[in-house]
């Protein structure tokens, strides 16, 4: 019998290699985009959350719950089939950015929050009380001291990131789960291939995990 | 560091186990004292046939939303190899699959066969056996009707829909190349995604065999008349089960000869 693992469904992978590659360079690039984008909503709306004023903080509360308590799959479902119908086609790797941008957004949006609102509020009133404006006393005082907090979790967000990703494969997104999929289906040669790509996954997110590790020993340490 | 070693010790011990797997010797080959294959006498013993079918193809396999029952061209056939191996074509299980988990299920034994739109082709053949084919049909193209294309000569530059069990992608690949136009693919996991990027306009055209894509004719859409590289389908069984092969191939050409595979075509309206 042939087994799932044959050699020879090895060496048609290791010939076929560039295929892989090329989908480890969009997942690269996928993730490197989206995880800008939910760093910069997540610190946007993590500080809207801690704001004294009562728009901001339904704003807030409103973005993070609807985008917790619905599937990632079918908020890119939606980017990629249902704005077209709305006369809104955006290009396939924007879907992926944005879809996985604004739903690891709103995770990183609640860590920012939780860090912000760690730092005792004696520090934002001794900043106001010199002088300080909010944004001023924000941006001095207590982001720096929020981030030393945050930093462990945020680094498991992106590893979470990263392997969210992979919902790029439902909408052709060309990315590694795609490629694997793809590929795979093409001959049935689905046992190296998932296997490589699952390895491929595990050396992009492991350095990440040791580095939230390692963050968080140095701050127990620190503390 | 003493956990990078786990590590390793770890992706060792997967890939020796895979290794393992794959050098493991024939079994099942090999025949009992009253001369049925031990594969089939497998199947007996058991007392039901299982089998892998689509149930998202209309009228090959298909599992009707309101009775949720599974009928079509390839469920007779299986009811026929389910009386042929045990004398009644009720002893039946089926199991939807799909172009990602008809080969997996095939390899773990959780089904006995695919009869499932499955294509022959050379590569395919090195993993499983097959039958000589039950039914050939070529590839064609569902497009919008508000799009305006007469054939595949106007798709230059378009983007095609195709499913990821991709025969069809290289015969549009090839065909193109002959008419010498541009076409890029965007491949999917089931054809409801692919109708549904038809819908939004993500890709021009939805192409898999003729078939297929009688099932998804809608009022906004149209088959080109293209059709295309002969798809022939044939059951998959697992390699190694070498009696079963025989048995499901001998029976695929009694049918044939009988006219009984004409006629279920034609039942089916297929011709």
């Known amino acids: ?223 | 560091m003493k956990k990078l070693g786990v590590l390793v010790a770890g992706m060792l011990l997967v890939s020796s186990l895979a290794t393992g797997c794959g050098s493991a010797t024939p079994s099942g080959a090999g025949t009992v004292a009253s001369g049925i294959a031990k594969d089939v006498q497998a199947i007996k013993d058991r007392g039901v046939l299982k089998v892998g079918v689509k149930v998202d193809v209309p009228k090959f396999g298909y599992k009707d939303p309101q009775t949720g029952k599974i009928d079509g061209f390839e469920i007779d056939l299986a009811r026929n190899m389910a009386k042929k191996i045990l004398g009644d074509p009720t002893k039946l299980e089926l199991s939807a699959v799909t172009a990602k988990t008809r080969g997996p299920l095939l390899d773990s034994g959780d089904v006995d066969m695919d009869i499932s739109t499955f294509t022959v082709t050379d590569e395919r053949k090195k993993s499983y056996n097959f039958s000589d084919p039950y039914f050939t049909d070529g590839v064609g193209l569902l497009v919008k009707k508000e799009a305006g294309y007469q054939s595949l000569k106007d798709l230059n530059g378009k983007k095609v829909g195709v499913a990821q069990s991709s025969t069809s992608k290289q015969a549009v690949q090839a065909q193109a190349k002959n008419l010498g136009v541009q076409v890029s693919f965007q491949e999917f996991a089931t054809y409801p995604e692919i109708k549904a990027a038809l819908d939004s306009g993500r890709v021009d055209a939805f192409s898999v065999d003729r078939s297929i894509l009688f099932g998804y004719l809608d009022n906004s859409t149209e088959i080109l008349p293209d059709k295309f590289s002969p798809q022939e389908y044939g059951i998959a069984t697992k390699k190694g089960n070498d009696g079963l092969a025989k048995l499901v191939n001998d029976t695929v050409n009694e049918k044939k000869t009988s006219g009984e595979l004409d006629k279920l075509i034609k039942k089916w309206g297929l011709d």
């Open chain 1, 1 to 223: 019998m042939v087994g799932p693992f044959a050699w020879f469904k090895w060496q048609a992978l290791f010939r076929d290699w560039r295929v892989f590659a090329d989908g480890l360079g969009h997942t690269v690039l996928a993730s490197i985009l989206a995880l800008a984008l939910a760093l910069a909503l997540g610190i946007l709306f993590g500080m809207m959350g801690t704001t004294h004023e009562k728009v901001f903080r339904v704003i807030n509360r409103i973005y993070v719950e609807f985008i917790q308590n619905t599937p990632l799959v079918i908020q890119v479902f939606f980017l990629y089939n249902g704005l077209p119908h709305l006369g809104l086609m955006l290009p396939v790797l924007s879907v992926g950015v944005l879809g996985v941008g604004i739903y690891h957004g709103a995770y990183i949006a609640e860590v920012v929050r939780a860090g912000i609102e760690s730092v005792h509020r004696g520090q934002m009133e001794a900043a106001l009380s010199q002088g300080f404006a909010f944004r001023q006393a924000m941006r001095h005082i207590i982001l720096p001291q929020a981030a030393r907090v945050v930093l462990p979790p945020l680094t498991n967000q992106a590893v979470n990131l990263i392997k969210n990703t992979s919902v790029l494969a439902m909408i052709a997104g060309g990315d590694l789960m795609y490629h694997a999929d793809s590929w795979s289906a093409d001959n049935i040669y689905y046992g190296p291939a998932y296997v490589t790509v699952g390895l491929l996954y595990l050396a992009l997110c492991f350095p990440l995990a040791r580095l939230a590790r390692y963050l968080e020993r140095k701050m127990e340490v620190g503390a």
